[in-house]
């Protein structure tokens, strides 16, 4: 089955620090590839999705993504992080069959110091 | 704009009860899901629709029952109220099998 991980459970960093957030999934085949993020007390909301062409994908906010196929990763950036970026961060992977297969990440949480 | 809409939003239901969680999108979806979201958990796929009338179950489906007689509505059914059921339910859609899917705003169930 279809796993997805997240390497970290807890980053902190000060304002105006960079920020990457690992992601990989387990699937070989071909992938359709997302980040949500939760900011406390809400639902998810799209970040940005990659499913063919560019690997360097931007989202909103000045997030950005890149896809390597070949270490099955899809990790999220951001050049300069602010307070309001403290939230909760989902990598999900769909294998593109079928809704059964939208797998999420476990989250990995960001807090952003003043 | 609605968009995806779930009520109620907070609900305390005492063990044996049956609670329905209700939600409603505005996009015409085909797609619909319903996940809760539980600390060292992440996010769980309870049951997911494909269309109207058609409904399959996810990765923790036991306690729960869905139906969809119409494209809009999805709502989520416990039959008899568990302490273990007490979680942050999120209801999805998506247009297709493998867009991005847009969630509501959540429904905190408490089970007492």
């Known amino acids: 089955a279809q796993s997805v991980s997240q390497h970290n459970h807890h980053v902190i960093l000060s304002e105006a620090a960079s920020l990457e957030l690992g992601c990989n999934y387990s699937?070989?085949?071909?992938?359709?590839l997302f980040w949500y993020v939760q900011y406390p007390g809400q639902h998810l909301q799209l970040l940005l999705k990659?499913?063919?062409?560019?690997?360097l994908v931007k989202g909103i906010k000045g997030f950005e993504a890149e896809f390597i196929k070949s270490k099955f990763s899809f990790n999220l950036r951001k050049p300069s992080v602010q307070w309001s970026d403290t939230a909760e961060y989902f990598c999900a992977v769909n294998e593109g069959n079928y809704g059964q297969n939208f797998v999420f990440g476990p989250g990995t949480r960001l807090s952003v110091l003043p | 704009d609605a968009g995806i809409t779930q009520s109620p939003r907070y609900k305390i239901t005492e063990t044996g009860r049956q609670v329905t969680l209700m939600c409603h999108q505005t996009w015409s979806h085909s797609y619909m899901f319903w996940y809760r979201q539980d600390l060292g958990h992440g996010l769980r796929l309870i049951y997911y629709s494909a269309a109207a009338d058609i409904t399959d179950k996810g990765e923790v489906p036991d306690g729960y029952v869905v139906s969809r007689s119409k494209t809009e509505n999805f709502p989520l059914t416990l039959e008899s109220a568990t302490r273990s059921q007490t979680s942050v339910y999120f209801c999805?859609?998506?247009?297709?099998?493998?867009?991005?899917?847009?969630f509501g705003p959540g429904t905190r169930l408490t089970v007492l």
């Open positions: 990659y499913f063919s062409g560019d690997p």
């Open positions: 699937y070989g085949g071909t992938v359709n």
């Open positions: 999805a859609s998506s247009g297709t099998n493998y867009e991005a899917q847009y």
